[in-house]
């Protein structure tokens, strides 16, 4: 399987493009800002064709190239419900003073939109992934799973959004956040997968679910973490929106 991508725009969002190997069709997940460049490349360099763009959730910086992309391909975007009208109005999830970073920018849902549905699986270019709900960052981010073959045998991966990071967790301070809420997404969801699973988060570096069971200090009192470290009840985690 081949699964790529980089930062991109003013909040370094992590892009990914996924295929089962070069030359197939392929879903890109979470084109932010100034994405669109970089999108284009990766297909080129690996002969992808793209079918899909999946979105963790409906912040701005995850979703800001996703209807350029889903016209210039002719492909629909998958959001789910609690989140889609971010893509129309993207200061509706970041708040009167970050929305002004927006300008006179216009923004419109791509011409085709797919609702996501908790726990169901999404089956596209080939792939299967599973789809859980993980409301706290926002009411509607999503996790995906997929199992990635490696010489040891099948490896999970999570890309999870704005939902846990490499030694932190997503900001819940902008509207439709609830600190308790991802906290116990994170407990139901997350948590539960075993420790080799790779999480592939919407910024930062990659991490797995051991490390930050083991070390994460805003997971240290929950159900299934680890007892090292502190408490931390900050409100807001520490990458983008």
Request: include cysteine; aromatic fraction near 4%; charge should be negative.
């Amino acid at each position: 399987m081949l699964i790529t991508g980089f930062p991109a725009g003013m909040f370094a969002t992590n892009c990914y493009v996924v295929a089962q190997h070069p030359g197939s069709d392929a879903i890109i997940i979470d084109p932010g800002q100034d994405a669109a460049p970089g999108v284009r490349k990766l297909l080129a360099e690996h002969d992808l064709n793209p079918v899909a763009v999946l979105l963790t959730h409906g912040h701005l910086d995850h979703t800001w190239n996703a209807t350029e992309l889903c016209d210039e391909f002719g492909i629909p975007a998958f959001i789910h419900p609690a989140d889609r009208h971010m893509l129309a109005d993207p200061a509706a999830g970041i708040g009167r003073a970050l929305g002004a970073m927006i300008g006179d920018t216009v923004f419109r849902e791509p011409d085709k939109v797919i609702d996501l549905v908790d726990r169901e699986d999404l089956e596209v270019a080939g792939l299967k992934f599973s789809v859980d709900l993980a409301p706290g960052h926002t009411q509607g981010s999503v996790l995906f799973g997929i199992s990635v073959d490696s010489p040891d045998g099948q490896v999970p991966v999570c890309f999870s959004g704005d939902v846990l990071f490499a030694g932190s967790i997503g900001r819940t301070d902008l509207p439709g956040g609830d600190h308790q809420q991802l906290l116990d997404s994170i407990a139901e969801r997350m948590l539960p997968l075993a420790d080799e699973t790779v999480v592939l988060p919407g910024h930062g570096e990659q991490t797995s679910i051991g490390q930050e069971r083991a070390a994460n200090p805003f997971l240290v009192d929950l159900p299934g973490a680890g007892q090292d470290g502190t408490t931390n009840d900050r409100q807001k985690g520490r990458h983008g929106l």
